[in-house]
């Protein structure tokens, strides 16, 4: 399954499976969102599913953003809290 990636208001807004064949194209997006607007919030509130790929993808933004001085936030827990802790414990 596809992402779904819309704006609102500024914020971007991510819907679907954020996994293995996912994560390239959110990481190259999300770059080149950042490197024109200086800035970026994505919502992953939407998201069905994100497995440790997803994950490490986000964590590579974060590190892209602080190497290139642009910021870059999240938004929104991704669904299940116990899941996605246990996943950035992994990742």
């Known amino acids: ?5 819309t704006e609102t ?3 971007f807004i991510v819907e679907g499976i954020l996994n293995a064949s996912t994560a390239r194209g959110l990481k190259n997006h999300c770059k080149l969102l950042l490197d024109t607007c200086g800035a970026l919030c994505i919502d992953i509130q939407q998201i069905a599913f994100i497995d440790r790929n997803g994950l ?16 870059f936030s999240v ?10 802790s246990e996943l950035f ?3």
């Open 56 to 71: 490490l993808a986000i964590r590579s933004l974060y590190h892209y953003a602080s190497q290139t001085y642009t910021k």
């Open 89 to 91: 414990l992994a990742a």
């Open 9 to 11: 208001n500024g914020i």
């Open 1 to 5: 399954m596809a992402l779904k990636i």
């Open 75 to 84: 938004v929104g827990d991704g669904g299940d809290h116990d899941f996605m």
